[in-house]
């Protein structure tokens, strides 16, 4: 990087004892009614709340002496909103250590404020499964509801998580800072430099106390912050001041977000008459300046959105605070598309193509995709090897470096996939048209093709630009009913159209032998070492004429993903040691650091207190432990899922580099692929990395002039593409959330088993098992006589007594501990998207009849 910084990524945590709580609900200071008793002790002069930013020349000599922090530890906490400084989420800063007197303490049992968002996680996606689910929208008029299947992308598996949920936050230069998420109550949060999540509170995963070194903010070197946010109109307090006159008070709904002054001019006619009309109307506001002697900003209105908790105005607010471009092209780079209409390849192309249109060459992609980026091919050979193909779309055709389509696509960097709709990085005729694998349509496609034994040993490869004609658009569905049926045939009416050159029994032939090569190269992955967290992934049902959820499952992960997977895989590594073996200085790759240190070995105490032999030595190893640790009866299945989800709080984000910018080359390695050569080329309609990794391979096999990119300018587009791919992660986890508080709203209350994976004074976590979110079940929302915390041995412990039901029954008693299994029901609260948790009591109608009991290990590969 040209400078050094930190990132301040601000995310939810809780409030340990110790933490100030000078600010206002919404961690911006009181509210205007409080400022008599701020400004008590001054007379006639506006105290500073806030620190003057040092000077550009000052931040650079104390960096160089140190006093700065520029590398850091990854484990400083930054505590409360004046530390922070007017510092927002995703922000570039410098930070200078306090005095060591001064550091905080943290009692993790303490932290009952924090709330369930606090477990989010930003899995790195290579952890997880290649095409995840998108969710779901009933179809066509006729149809029945079905599945949209997201194509989260092939890096899913990458960084070994099964699902994504809040950013981790890399840790070369960067500062993480974190505060409470959208919805919640308290503000004066800690912040820490490596606990993105809430791991360093969590008394599930921390010593008795621990000794946190604290900083604050002095200079922010970048806001990358958005500065908009969602909110309310709400009038001034106090109606005699001259502010009232002037202002409106704008609250966010992400209370990382000060309170803002706006103009009255900005509002609607009618609000100072009429404010009780815009109680429920959401706007969007801009900060343009945040004084040091104010505890709130000052901004503009920029829009009103519409009705809060509808789907299309809070989806809009979503992709305005994170900074998504989802308008309309422009007709600048609309002029850079094909014209002439419908396009064909010109001639001259095929000559300097590899041509492959006879090769039996198809498709495996959620039902629904219309951006289908690659295509798979498998040919026998004589000798009893087979000549696998990893077709992908040529997208930099299309995308002439340099000119307006090229600067868009840069600039969004990723397609963004929300719960009912994508917002696609390039435009539609070529993301769902001309680059689109569609079947029985000549294509332009970027080829790997390699010479494999059935055991995915490696005997040739080539790479190559290439024509193909995909014969047959299969599903997931489908692919999966030829895995199951290795010797029926399948019924033409169950399988898509298939081109005449190519019968379904070749491409259902072709389906098994991928398969078989399939589990060969992923057992081989596991022998030397990959890890992979699969996590709970929620798919929607949508209805096609409300576009409400109907209804939502839990995603599985079948043999059809993995095939893809592996072979997304082998393709990407492939073309990481092409393009660094060519252009060792200049090429794009993709790293994942190991665990953060501190949140991993609270992680190993956590995992000694329980009595579980977990082995947290490697990638490998904990893989191992994951997988042979745990039996396969539905509790032990559970608490493997609880386990999983603790495992995935420590792991870092994967990010994008160029290899000339970093120099040791160890931290190019890939912690959870365990590879030390690892790329992205398999995606590139919906990410603008595998665009540029398309280019470099196109230069390194001579097909043109290396991209006009010196090793700095690349790493800064890598930094680019890994902020806009946080964004867009973030979004998407909101669009979940947006929809299933929805769902919760129009179909609950909803009922499901959960396991607890955290237990604090007067509330406890859960895991939710049928949904997979994570909630906190507060004891002052129970009937209860008392509740009593207590710890046996290290482990927390809740007694809770429940009310009896008629006078004549015995209060009941219930113990509830980490992995306690327990029933919970789901209920709409009367705020807009929000719902909370409540335990059902002891020995009403059971959902599992599961005792939590310890079962005999049934040690065995990945399911």
Not at 16 to 33: C, D, I, N, W
Request: glycine fraction near 6%.
């Amino acid at each position: 990087m040209s400078h050094p910084d930190c990132r301040l990524n601000l995310r939810p945590l809780g409030t340990p004892r110790g933490v100030s709580s000078v600010v206002g609900p919404h961690g911006v200071g009181a509210s205007p009614g409080d400022k008599k008793s701020k400004n008590k002790s001054i007379r006639g002069k506006k105290k500073s709340i806030f620190e003057t930013y040092m000077s550009k020349e000052d931040i650079s000599e104390g960096l160089k002496r140190g006093t700065l922090i520029q590398d850091g530890d990854r484990d400083i906490f930054i505590d409360g909103v004046v530390a922070r400084n007017r510092a927002l989420n995703g922000d570039l800063v410098v930070v200078r250590l306090l005095p060591e007197e001064q550091w905080k303490v943290i009692k993790p049992e303490s932290n009952d404020k924090e709330t369930e968002g606090a477990y989010e996680l930003d899995l790195p996606e290579e952890l997880c499964g290649s095409h995840l689910p998108q969710q779901s929208v009933k179809g066509y008029n006729d149809s029945p509801d079905v599945i949209i299947e997201a194509q989260f992308d092939d890096s899913d598996s990458e960084d070994g998580h099964g699902n994504t949920q809040n950013v981790l936050v890399d840790g070369v230069k960067k500062l993480s800072v974190c505060v409470h998420d959208k919805g919640k109550e308290d503000s004066d949060t800690p912040v820490t430099k490596d606990e993105s999540t809430s791991m360093s509170q969590d008394p599930r995963a921390l010593p008795e106390k621990s000794l946190q070194r604290s900083a604050k903010v002095v200079y922010i070197l970048e806001k990358k912050h958005s500065r908009a946010a969602t909110g309310f109109l709400k009038l001034l307090a106090d109606k005699n001041s001259e502010l009232f006159r002037k202002y409106a008070l704008f609250s966010p709904s992400d209370h990382r977000v000060p309170r803002i002054y706006v103009p009255l001019k900005d509002c609607p006619q009618d609000f100072v008459t009429r404010p009780k009309d815009y109680a429920n109307t959401l706007f969007i506001c801009r900060i343009v300046d945040w004084k040091e002697d104010s505890n709130f900003a000052l901004g503009q209105l920029a829009k009103s959105l519409g009705q809060a908790g509808e789907i299309e105005p809070e989806t809009e607010g979503i992709l305005t605070e994170y900074g998504v471009d989802f308008s309309d092209f422009s007709s600048e780079v609309l002029d850079c598309l094909p014209q002439g209409l419908p396009w064909t390849i010109p001639p001259e192309e095929f000559s300097k193509r590899r041509d492959l249109r006879k090769d039996c060459i198809f498709t495996i992609d959620p039902s629904t995709a219309r951006d289908l980026d690659d295509a798979l091919s498998c040919k026998p050979l004589a000798d009893g090897n087979f000549e696998v193909g990893v077709h992908i779309a040529d997208v930099s055709y299309f995308v002439p470096e340099g000119s307006p389509l090229d600067k868009v696509a840069a600039e969004r960097a990723t397609s963004v996939y929300l719960v009912q709709k994508v917002v696609p990085m390039l435009p539609r005729l070529l993301c769902e048209e001309l680059c689109s694998l569609h079947p029985m349509t000549d294509k332009l496609t970027f080829s790997v093709i390699w010479t494999l034994t059935p055991e995915g040993k490696i005997l040739r490869e080539w790479f190559g630009r290439t024509v193909i004609r995909s014969c047959t658009k299969l599903s997931y569905e489908h692919a999966q009913s030829m895995i199951e049926s290795p010797t029926e045939k399948i019924p033409e009416k169950e399988l898509p159209p298939i081109s005449p050159e190519h019968t379904s029994e070749e491409v259902h032939r072709a389906v098994l032998n991928l398969h078989g090569i399939a589990k060969e190269l992923r057992k081989q992955r596991f022998v030397d070492g990959a890890l992979r967290l699969d996590q709970l992934k929620l798919a929607f049902t949508l209805d096609h004429e409300t576009g409400l959820p109907q209804g939502c499952h839990i995603y599985e992960y079948r043999d059809s993903n993995k095939l893809v997977e592996e072979f997304m895989l082998l393709a990407n590594m492939a073309v990481a040691h092409k393009t660094h073996r060519t252009f060792p200085e200049r090429t794009l790759l993709r790293r994942h650091p190991p665990p953060q240190t501190k949140m991993l070995n609270d992680l190993v105490e956590f995992c000694e207190q329980m009595g579980l032999p977990m082995d947290f030595s490697s990638a490998g190893a904990l893989n191992k432990s994951l997988t042979e640790t745990f039996g396969d009866d539905k509790y032990s299945l559970a608490r493997k899922e609880v386990l999983t989800n603790m495992c995935s709080r420590p792991m870092q984000m994967a990010l994008y580099f160029c290899s000339g910018v970093l120099q040791d080359q160890t931290q190019f390695r890939h912690y959870a692929l365990n590879v030390p050569l690892y790329t992205h080329f398999t995606s590139p309609i919906r990410r603008f990395a595998d665009v540029l990794v398309h280019r470099l391979l196109a230069a390194a096999l001579g097909y043109g002039e290396l991209p006009d990119l010196e090793p700095e300018a690349l790493q800064k587009q890598a930094d680019h593409c890994n902020d806009r791919r946080m964004a867009s992660k973030r979004v998407q986890e909101l669009s979940t959330g947006l929809f299933f508080a929805i769902l919760v709203k129009e179909s609950g209350p909803l009922e499901s088993e959960a396991m607890v994976l955290g237990v604090l004074n007067q509330a406890f976590d859960v895991l939710v098992l049928r949904y997979g979110v994570q909630k906190r079940v507060y004891c002052n929302a129970l009937p209860l006589q008392s509740h009593h915390f207590q710890k046996v041995g290290k482990k927390p412990e809740l007694t809770l007594v429940w009310e009896p039901e008629d006078t004549e029954q015995e209060p009941v008693q219930q113990v509830v501990t980490i992995f306690s299994l327990v029933e919970v029901v789901l209920q709409a609260e009367t705020a807009a998207l929000k719902y909370s948790a409540l335990l059902k009591r002891p020995g009403t109608n059971g959902l599992l009849g599961l005792q939590n009991k310890e079962e005999p290990d049934a040690g065995g590969p990945e399911a």
